[in-house]
């Protein structure tokens, strides 16, 4: 009797294409890509969304997006309804992919009644992306991160 070697990769088969389709959907209706809240926020006028830098002041004086509103994650109960307007929808951000600060502050958030999203990356991707940040002694911006984003081009064809 011979068994043929199952590739790890598929091991559990892959969902149906409709199954795939709901899966995907539901966590773009989740999170947002750090290039497109650049592009929102670059657009000019009102994007549409509130980004909230869930992150502690020491944070926040450290590095922020631009235009951010600072509202650390413990403080959203106290804080939120003097903040935000609950029609408005949120986008949150902390650290990066490491920390799961940004998806306590959308909990809190959602629970609160707001509509809300995750920046997906955090501000360390804000940052290895290349975009402009803000610190306590004013703006910066380092050099793109070729492991992030494209290199000589704003566009990455995602």
Known sequence: MTT???NPVLRVAPASPAEAAAHFRAGLAF???VADVAAALAAGGDPGFVLVDSRSAEAWDQGRVPG???LPTALVPERAA???DPSVPVVTYCWG???DGAARSALAL???GYRVMEMLGGFEYWVREGLEFETRHGRERHAPDPLTAPAGTDDCGC
């Open 31 to 33: 999170h947002a890509d």
């Open 68 to 70: 951010a509103l600072h």
């Open 110 to 112: 959602a629970e609160l």
């Open 82 to 84: 003097r903040l935000l």
């Open 97 to 99: 992919p490491g920390c």
């Open 4 to 6: 043929t070697a199952v």
